[in-house]
């Protein structure tokens, strides 16, 4: 079975930093297209950021609310996936999800959630006011 965990979450205070990383078991990660989504009390989920496949080019896609201050990157293990968050604002607050699938139709569609078929249970990113 296809797993994916989030970890790095934790509290920050604004300005400040955090590296979350997402960690697959069950296959090899650097074939898949990976979505990072969010999740803020009383807000509909929010794509922030996609990285593709290799096959596909490893194009990234930003949300533009996190355009400038965020960056998805693959590791030197082939099962890891990182997002890299400088700048943090209080806004930037939620639960953040990293999900993974095979079909990639473009950044706009894998913010959406598109193509998502796995997703890790979360990680709690809270960023003082």
């Known amino acids: 079975q296809v797993q994916l965990v989030e970890s790095g979450g934790g509290l920050v205070q604004p300005g400040g930093s955090l590296r979350l990383s997402c960690a697959a078991s069950?296959?090899?990660?650097?074939?898949?297209?990976i979505g990072w989504f969010r999740q803020a009390p009383g807000k509909e989920r929010e794509g922030v950021a996609c990285?593709?496949?290799?096959?596909?080019?490893?194009?990234?896609t930003y949300a533009d609310s996190v355009k400038g201050r965020f960056t998805t990157s693959r590791g030197n293990a082939k099962n890891t996936v990182y997002l890299q968050m400088n700048s943090l604002k209080p806004e930037d607050t939620a639960v953040y999800y990293c999900?993974?699938?095979?079909?990639?139709?473009?950044?706009?569609?894998?913010?959406?959630?598109?193509?998502?078929?796995?997703w890790g249970k979360g990680t709690l990113v809270t960023v003082s006011s």
């Open positions: 990285i593709s496949g290799s096959g596909s080019g490893e194009r990234t």
């Open positions: 999900a993974t699938g095979l079909t990639y139709h473009g950044g706009s569609y894998c913010l959406a959630g598109f193509g998502m078929d796995y």
């Open positions: 069950g296959f090899t990660l650097d074939y898949y297209n």
